[in-house]
């Protein structure tokens, strides 16, 4: 097969205060016709600009260097006018969020009629039979009908499937995509990338698809290529790469994956470099394991030795089978009681105006479920399930019927002023660690406030408390004199936790908390939190939508559909058993990375009686 | 390996960093061009009766209507008073009322607009439309009602000054706790145990501080405006004491003679004052406007 694409030493520079800072350097690759090559890295590796700098769609002020193949045109050579020539024609592109691609004016069909027609001309007529047709490809359910909605009237993996119809348009050789089931719910996602791989194996072709996600890499890609603070780490087909990653850096990433029934995630010491600080030789080598001095001489020359290339000095032998991929034995244990939700019902009033009267929404229905001292309950559910609203119905935020009970006390029947000291009890931890911290507020202030407008006698001055609890979320107290927009995302929310331990909670709800941050980095947070728990026997509720997070952390798990309990479980049995359909799908959706891990954990016997369908 | 591919630290062509030059130069000049004006003209105010210490309300008959000369620097007027000194006085006058009345307004503004912010949705709805009610009305007609009521002195210029340029802050405050009150930081405090007032005073008003004080400053320059218009009319600073506004008055009343002496240099300061709090107000929103 020949290439469709090939990358011969690309770097690219971009404009980062007066100067320009190289984000990629020396980037070698090929897309073979009719293959997935899956380029993987985290943020800041400059996955993202390399997919970009093949369209040449890169901000003012870049500057490239090396070729890029597409077909026999190498595309360097061209001039603005040649570039319009091949967007969209020769190769297509989809990017990670279709909403904000998408024209929210126009109907789909002129959307991607223009994409047709920008390149073949044509009558409308010939262009409007093209998008019916493609949306029928894409598998729009009775297309003709859609042609003239607007992309609002779309639900987001509908959406995206618009997004592949445009890129179709004109049948290019190359299709690139962005992160494009990045925001998705695992089980839409899920299509979205059977309909790439169906796409691609119809029309012969090439498809560059640009992911952090390793599990959807190991299920759909022929060749996976890792980058590394914009370095080429790893190379190869993809079965050999899970079957036997041979960079220290590909090993930890695998092993800092959440995925169902794990021990232990691996952590990656240290912080991606900056740009500007990058180390002169391996740029691994400083958070490496297995370093040695020679590692930091030079960048290290490709390996070839194994499966895959490595550019690495010492790579890992082909047999290494680290233990941190052994399975997680849970043991079932009986926690005492602690919080009790019974017939918890949330509405919220939707609509309605001066005249018309509100028609309630039902978030949440008849909800019953109970959390231990010491458990954590993992709360499973895609986007409208209700589980976030679950959460703040807990926290107290919002209003609802049926009551909950914390240590007996029912929350419903307390005065206003008994509620406002009795949810100090409950904390929270959200998901966007930037949006939970006030940006004008020093973080030292910020993890001392709980403790300031706490009652509770101060044994010890609140300087001293605030450095303890930032050593405790493994955080340098000196971080205290910054601003919040002074740290990492990662930093961000090891200081939500903090202040969420300042107030001396005994339950955190966990609200999607590391779905916005890079896969290692949330291994690092699941184990700090899975850390605290052991040492201060909180209780958690850790509600999110990756099946594989809660199964690392939860002892019980309760699936949500459309504001009900599908299912609730012990961890272990759910996922080896489990009952209602919904939950299986969810399951089968959820990362595995099965060529690593085969088994599912052991199932207690007594955890399969213990199955509630609700 | 391209690890010889150099990569040269000139971003951009000549043309462009011109321009990011001229952008930079533009976004510190308008701030500090606002500063320097402000600075100035609040020296004229303050400092100025001091330096210049000539009794302002002194006639000298056979001097009336002079144009500018070593004795008299600015001219007299047709009472033969000295112009420099009535201009610093009435700009000791003009500020002494206009500062405190933008306070008092900006005051009034930021407690309504949070009240109605944070309120319970009746509360806000009554503030908000009371709100409505009172941007119906030109704010200089309402200002002309209640001037023509009141006896006027400092005390009661401040008070109706001030009392009729709040209402576009109170709105903007409330706009703006309606947006930041449902953000993650603000929920997180809740739960704490905070109460409101807690909230607000920590939370909400760090976060809109750029907010607040651009459109503080620019708030000075409206009570500035409004004092001197108000006096124009006759409605300010009661004789004989004198302001800006007034002076300018005096000066157009004998057009027909051309003193020019009279009517340039109020109409000047005037228009200097309200230029310093407009580029002052602009250049903090260049610097602050697009953060978070």
């Known amino acids: 097969m ?23 350097d020396a980037l070698n690759l090929e897309v073979k016709s009719g293959e997935m090559l899956a380029l993987v890295g985290e943020s ?39 570039m319009r020539q091949v967007r969209g024609r020769d190769a297509g592109m989809v990017f990670q969020n279709p909403l904000a691609a998408l024209n929210p004016s126009r109907t789909v069909s002129a959307q991607i009629e223009e994409a047709y027609r920008v390149h073949h001309g044509g009558s409308a007529k010939a262009a409007r039979a093209r998008a019916l047709e493609l949306l029928g490809e894409v598998g729009i359910p009775d297309p003709a009908t859609r042609l003239d909605d607007y992309p609002h009237q779309f639900s987001g993996g509908m959406r995206q499937r618009v997004m592949i119809a445009m890129a179709l348009a004109c049948s290019p050789k190359l299709l690139i995509a962005d992160e494009p089931t990045t925001g998705l719910d695992p089980l839409v996602a899920k299509q979205i990338m059977a309909l790439i791989g169906r796409l691609r194996a ?3 072709m090439g498809v560059l698809f640009v992911t952090h996600d390793l599990s959807v890499v190991e299920e759909h890609a022929d060749a996976i290529h890792v980058l590394y603070a914009g370095r080429s780490v790893e190379w190869g087909a993809a079965r050999n790469f899970f079957a036997h990653p041979r960079h220290p850096y590909s090993e930890a990433l695998l092993g800092s994956v959440a995925r169902l029934g794990q021990a232990r995630l691996q952590n990656i010491p240290g912080n991606l470099p900056e740009p500007e600080t990058r180390p002169p030789g391996c740029r691994f080598a400083p958070r490496c ?82 959390l231990g001292a010491g458990e954590c309950l993992g709360v499973v559910g895609e986007s409208g399930s209700g589980k976030s609203t679950l959460g703040r119905a807990v926290l107290q935020m919002i209003r609802y019927q049926g009551s909950i009970l914390l240590d007996g006390q029912d929350f419903s029947k307390l005065s206003r ?12 931890v959200f998901q966007d660690p930037r949006e939970s911290l006030n940006p004008r507020i020093r973080i030292r202030d910020i993890i001392a406030e709980p403790i300031r407008l706490s009652d509770a006698p101060r044994e010890t001055p609140i300087g001293q408390q605030v450095a303890e609890l930032l050593m405790r979320v493994g955080l340098n107290p000196e971080i205290g004199d910054r601003l919040p927009g002074g740290v990492s995302g990662g930093q961000a929310q090891r200081i939500a936790i903090a202040r969420a331990l300042a107030a001396r909670p005994e339950i955190i709800v966990l609200d999607e908390p590391t779905s916005s941050l890079d896969v290692s980095t949330q291994a690092m947070l699941l184990n700090l939190l899975k850390d605290l728990a052991v040492e201060t026997g909180l209780s958690y509720i850790l509600i999110s939508h990756d099946f594989a997070v809660v199964s690392y952390m939860a002892d019980r798990i309760a699936v949500l559909n459309a504001g009900q309990v599908v299912e609730v479980n012990d961890a272990a049995a759910i996922i080896a058993n489990p009952q209602s359909d919904y939950t299986k799908a969810l399951v089968a959706a959820a990362p595995q990375l099965r060529s690593i891990n085969h088994q599912y954990p052991p199932v207690p016997q007594d955890g399969l009686t213990g199955t509630t369908i609700l | 390996m391209s690890d010889q591919l150099t990569m040269t630290a000139a971003p951009g062509a000549p043309a462009a960093r011109l321009g990011r030059m001229f952008t930079w130069a533009s976004e510190r000049g308008t701030l500090i061009t606002g500063l320097t004006l ?30 500018p000369s070593l004795a008299f620097p600015f001219g007299t007027d047709e009472l033969g008073r000295d112009e420099l000194a009535l201009l610093l006085s009435g700009g000791l006058a003009t500020l002494i009322v206009s500062l405190p009345a933008a306070v008092l307004a900006f005051v009034v503004g930021v407690a309504y607009g949070l009240a109605s912010g944070l309120g319970p949705a009746w509360l806000d709805r009554l503030l908000m439309r009371l709100l409505d009610a009172v941007l119906a009305l030109p704010s200089l007609i309402i200002l002309l009602f209640f001037a023509s009521l009141v006896t006027l002195n400092n005390t009661s210029l401040i008070l109706l000054l001030g009392f009729i340029s709040w209402p576009s802050l109170a709105r903007l405050v409330r706009n703006e706790t309606m947006a930041q009150k449902g953000r993650d930081f603000v929920l997180a405090t809740e739960q704490l145990g905070a109460g409101r007032f807690y909230i607000a005073r920590v939370h909400l008003l760090r976060v809109m501080a750029p907010i607040l004080v651009v459109n503080g400053t620019f708030m000075i320059g409206d009570a500035i405006f409004a004092l001197s218009a108000l006096s124009f009319l006759g409605l300010g600073v009661q004789p004989p004491q004198v302001s800006w506004g007034s002076l300018l008055e005096t000066g157009l009343d004998i057009i027909a003679l051309n003193p020019w ?16 709090a407009s580029l002052t107000g602009q250049g903090l929103l260049a610097r602050w406007g697009n953060r978070r």
């Not at chain 1, 011969?8 to 980062?16: A, F, H, K």
């Not at chain 1, 010492?314 to 244990?333: C, G, H, Q, W, Y």
């Open chain 1, 202 to 204: 119809e029309h012969k």
């Open chain 1, 2 to 24: 020949n290439a469709v694409l090939r990358i011969e030493n690309l770097s690219v520079s971009l404009p980062r205060g007066r100067r320009n800072v190289t984000i990629l």
């Open chain 2, 261 to 276: 002496w009279m009517i340039l240099p109020p109409g000047i300061v005037v228009f200097a004052a309200l230029l310093a």
């Open chain 1, 417 to 428: 002023a008994q509620k406002q000291v009795e949810r100090r009890r409950i904390q929270v």
């Open chain 1, 289 to 370: 394991d297995y370093r040695r001095p020679a590692c930091e001489l030079g960048y290290p020359p490709p390996d070839r030795d194994g499966g895959t290339e490595a550019a690495c000095l010492f790579p890992l032998p082909v047999n290494a089978r680290p233990d941190i991929f052994a399975p997680a034995t849970k043991s079932a244990i009986a926690f005492p009681p602690q919080l009790e939700i019974a017939d918890l019902s949330v509405r919220y009033a939707a609509g309605g105006g001066w005249l018309s009267p509100a028609k309630p929404f039902i978030a949440l229905r008849d909800i019953t479920l109970s």
């Open chain 1, 44 to 82: 800041g590796s400059g996955k993202t600009i390399a997919a970009l700098s093949v369209m040449r769609l890169l901000p003012p002020g870049a500057k490239l260097a090396g070729h890029v193949w597409l077909g026999d045109t190498d595309l360097t050579t061209l001039d603005e006018a040649g």
């Open chain 2, 38 to 67: 402000s600075g100035f003209i609040l020296f004229i105010g303050f400092v100025g009766p001091f330096i210049y210490p000539v009794d302002p309300f002194a006639i000298h008959p056979n001097h009336a209507l002079e144009a």
